[in-house]
């Protein structure tokens, strides 16, 4: 995105300001790819959680369905602490990148 000088009321041309509006769409895309992101993460744990369910009913006969209950419900504790995992580092990603985009705001004001 070019930038453009913005004129301040002083006359003076303002970089900062310039730089506020090419950065603002900036966050929203990225906003828009962690949302992407976040589905991503979670439609490939469904599929690894498919693979392995049907991985342990291929494997283990009916008779040992308490075992295998135990397996795959130990496999779906570790695919929700995976997604929950990404999901508080991608929220973190987006706090971090709003409070930088308000301080380089607050700073221009």
Do not use: C, W
């Not at 295998?68 to 695919?79: I, N, Q, S, W």
């Amino acid at each position: 995105m070019t930038q453009h000088p913005e004129t301040t009321k002083n006359g003076k041309t303002s970089e900062g300001a310039a730089k506020t509006v090419d950065v603002l769409p900036r966050a929203v895309d990225l906003s828009d790819e962690v949302l992407d992101s976040v589905k991503t993460g979670q439609q490939a744990a469904i599929a690894a959680i498919r693979k392995f369910v049907d991985t342990v009913d291929k494997a283990l006969p009916e008779a040992v369905h308490p075992l295998r209950e135990t397996l795959v419900d130990g496999a779906l504790e570790l695919a929700d602490e995976l997604v929950t995992t990404q999901y508080q580092f991608l929220r973190s990603v987006v706090r971090s990148a709003d409070r930088t985009l308000n301080k380089l705001h607050d700073s221009e004001g």
